[in-house]
T-cell receptor, first 117, second 111 residues
């Protein structure tokens, strides 16, 4: 695809409900990242996928958060029993990660704005 | 642990004036440093990155940054601000594949 896409662009939910956020990376990109942008915490890393496996889940804030990636492409971030503090913009990024270079550019999607009432 | 600090949450300049956005890093290993820009309701766009090839890095839209090891800095500059430069700017360091971001600086450009 032309770029990283995310859906929905906006999501309003009630406290306690589950939500799923979707990320479509750039075609052929093997690495995928989720970040969260909130007023209180700034931009913070959540999870990293290389292919379908997640070698780094260190940023997930609680066990209510989970993510999966299938077919080495689309990823879904799931938040169970949402809380008001989960309100944030969730950003997805992808990178080619050819050869494992740490200098790879991460290309970001437009984000999903989650509001928990 | 690696980190970056951005001085000034807001910077205001006049159109045509010099833009200087400050970023200092902390790293025990040679860092890989990035500047991203975020326009309202959009994702992050890479402006430039330092990968140890050259200390002066030129990016898109006329921006450049200089890596200074002695000052542990990677400040972003542009000689002449344009109204379209108004956005939020983030400095970041790569740490084990993930980006560690600064708190961001919002650039305001006055006509």
């Amino acid at each position: 695809g032309a770029g990283v896409s995310q859906s929905p662009s906006n999501k309003v939910t009630e406290k306690g409900k589950d939500v799923e956020l979707r990320c479509d990376p750039i075609s052929g990109h093997t690495a995928l990242y989720w970040y969260r942008q909130s007023l209180g915490q700034g931009l913070e890393f959540l999870i990293y996928f290389q292919g379908n496996s997640a070698p780094d889940k260190s940023g997930l804030p609680s066990d209510r958060f989970s993510a999966e990636r299938t077919g080495g492409s689309v990823s879904t971030l799931t938040i169970q029993r949402t809380q008001q503090e989960d309100s944030a913009v969730y950003l997805c990024a992808s990178t080619l990660r050819e050869g494992g270079a740490h200098t790879d550019t991460q290309y970001f999607g437009p984000g999903t704005r989650l509001t928990v009432l | 642990a690696q980190s970056v600090t951005q001085l000034g949450s807001h910077v205001s300049v006049s159109e045509g004036a010099l833009v200087l956005l400050r970023c200092n890093y902390s790293s025990s290993v040679p860092p890989y440093l990035f500047w991203y820009v975020q326009y309202p309701n959009q994702g992050l766009q890479l402006l430039l990155k330092y990968t140890s090839a050259a200390t002066l890095v030129k990016g898109i839209n006329g921006f450049e940054a200089e890596f200074k090891k002695s000052e542990t800095s990677f400040h972003l500059t542009k000689p002449s601000a344009h109204m379209s430069d108004a956005a939020e700017y983030f400095c970041a360091v790569m740490s084990s594949y993930k980006l560690i971001f600064g708190s961001g600086t919002r650039l305001l450009v006055r006509p």
